[in-house]
């Protein structure tokens, strides 16, 4: 089986775009991006094309990109789409934190456990 090699893909590269203008709209600032997805510090004028990313940077992306699509499909208003990450939530996983914090926390299982979260209440 031929290995993909996603650093070099575009669709990584766009990944990473529209990553980071999700946590825009979620209200990261700017320490909160680089502590998720560790992009250069000069992103903002960043050509992408000429950009590595890393195993871990590829795999919080997807994250990024799947709690975003999770969140369009259970909510419709975009307050709730790009608000519930930064809302305190006293439901079990959160505990009363945010779930931008539970994600910060920079490790992948955390990522995986809000994922999991807003699929099963998807599927309710």
């Known amino acids: ?8 893909s575009s669709a ?3 990944g990473m775009r529209t990553s980071l203008k999700i946590l825009e709209e979620w209200g990261c600032n700017q320490d909160q991006v680089q502590a998720l997805l560790t992009p250069p510090k000069n992103y ?4 992408f094309e000429q950009v590595s990313f890393n ?13 975003h699509a999770g969140l369009n499909a259970l909510f419709s ?3 709730n789409i790009y608000g519930f990450m930064n809302l305190v939530n006293h439901n ?5 934190a945010k779930p931008i914090d539970v994600i910060l926390s920079k490790e992948n299982d955390n990522f995986q456990l809000v994922t999991d979260h807003i699929t099963q209440l ?3």
């Open 55 to 67: 195993q871990e940077q590829i795999e919080r992306i997807s994250y990024i990109l799947n709690i």
């Open 77 to 79: 208003n975009p307050e």
């Open 12 to 14: 990584t590269r766009i």
């Open 122 to 124: 998807i599927v309710r």
């Open 44 to 47: 903002n004028d960043l050509d």
């Open 1 to 8: 089986m031929q290995e993909i090699d996603f650093n070099g």
């Open 92 to 96: 079990h996983p959160f505990n009363g």
